[in-house]
């Protein structure tokens, strides 16, 4: 793979939520980077922090939670020391959204093209109110909207044709970098196939980034040129597509894979589950937060938690199964007092 | 107007028949079964059997009972709603002409001063929700709530008439000007502006002021909670987080986006509170002497004026009812999924 230009750098991002049993660490100490025009596909089972991580990157979190560490450098500078309106002016303009539930992402007493020209005329009050217009129409159009269907209220479009509206609400601003949160989760199955297919159009036709979150592996194997592994917060994972698929190395990401159905598969043998479930995240394990669910557990992995670090160019793991420790090779470790 | 539109309308007309016919039978039983009677009322108690008798064959309270009933509803159909039986004997349909004017100059600022703050402070509870502001905005629409509409309008004569004499105490304009002021359509404020009497006008707008916000204030706590709770709930719902991710600014996304989606409940409790609200208006002009319909049916009442009291009721009936059909319409207006 050439070499990519890095639109965003996530540097040690912890986002913690206070709640009456305690703060809840949902994602912790996360780093990686976005490149400039990639499709980077965040895996995980629910509640393991990507939609939390998702909202993080443009700084959304609510109270009771907030992003307790980590700095966001996106073109080189950190948002994470933007104040409120510089924040408001990045969202939408250099990052955008789009939402799991189209049925319910948009205003429903707002026509879709009210829309469009209210994000346009809020970044740039210049504009003239036909002008944004005019680009709006033009905009939709391309993304298959037709110019009659601009006036109609949300209510009275389809679900593919709103997650449309909601495409062309990311991009109208020319927004570098598109989050899009379980985007096609709600869509039938034909729906879904067609807007992977129109979400890769963008992302060559507009030259955008595209950050898919979802827990569905195959539609990340379908879309994504790079895959990061989500687990109780922690990345655990990260690499092309190709690598990730061909050869997991971090066991969660084995197993995640293995659960998924394949028409190839044997009659007699039976899918694979993972044992256990995700952890508390309240009291996460000490060590690594998968190892009692792991079952190429070590006595290490119990006490000490590895490094997400590079094992081969590109690749990253947050595995002790790859990383060296002098404790490693004994096989029981004496807790340190 | 779509033709469903228009089926829409003559149903809920149509409906209002078996209402306003259910409510005047009960008005017209009750008031012959409570004690008393007009004849009473107008004569004392010591006058003669056979001059009660004579007034009760003139006014026909000698007829079968049921004989007046069914009278009474045929002059229901035809509007005309008969003569009061007592204090004059006038139509009933001039005298409520005379008063309803007055009610009415009563109780269109009074809702919309409730509407203003109820809503206004409402959303802005909900945009600051669990600051110092909310609290006291919340507690402010209990106490409100809570006292009696005429015990409010007591406080506030005491207060802005009495102690600090500000407004006038009671009335709809000076009596000075009473006696050169001249009433074509009975409502006060077009009256004064038609003949260009600015002085009679000030005074007409100052006799309004107390009532009004008594009634008003008094009926805002409701609507202060309920926009309150749904402005909260649409702030969170998903389509002003997508707002929000889009930029938009905070304001926008409670006053524009969210404030325009509670309007369906605070406008179903507006129409509801209609009836609420003529019913404190007979509180509201009964302490301010406000010579309205609600101040006439009391009086009626005391006095027994059977059909005075069943064509008020009827009148307020109607009224609540027209109000109701006419928010229902609002609705599609506000709403695009709404379709009749």
Redesign the interface.
Known sequence: MAEKEVLMQIKDLSVTYETRLGPVSAVEGVSFDILKGEILGLVGESGCGKSTMGKAL?R?IQPPGRISSGKLIFDGEDIMTYDENQM??????KI??I?Q?PM???????RVDEHLV??IQ??EPKTKPSDALGRSNTLMERLGIQKQRMKN?P?QLSGGMRQRV?IG?GLV?NANLIVADEATTSLDVIVEAKLVDQLKEIRDEFGVTLLVITHNIALVAEISDRVAVMYAGHLVELGTVEKIFDNPLHPYTYGLLSSVPNIKLDEREELYKMGGEPPNLTHPPKGCRFHPRCPKAMPICETIEPQFQEVARGRFVKCWLYENHPDKTTKKIEVAA | MSASLRRFIITRVLLTIPMVLILVTMIFFIMRILPGDPIRSQLGPRVSEEQANALRERLGLNRPLYVQYFDFLWDMVTLDFGTALTQGERPILDELGERMPATIELTIPAIAITAVIGIFSGAYAAKNRKKPVDYVIRLMSIVAYSIPVFFMGLIFQILFSVRLPVFPLAGRMDTLMMTTFESRTHFYVIDAILAQNWKALGSVLMHLVLPSVTLGLALSGVFVRLTRVNMIEMLQ???I?????????ER?LAYR?SL??TFIPILTLLGLQFAILLAGAVLTETTFSWPGVGRYLVERIQLRDYTAVQATIAVFALFVAAVSLLMDILYAF????IRY
Request: charged content about 25%.
């Open positions: 443009m959304m408001r002016d990045f969202r939408g303009r955008s959204m939402f539930d319910t992402s948009l205003n429903p007493v707002q209210e994000a809020v970044h209220y209510h909601m609400l601003l | 719902s998903d389509f987080t997508a707002g929000r991710a889009r930029g938009l600014p926008r986006h325009r989606n506000i709403d695009p999924r």
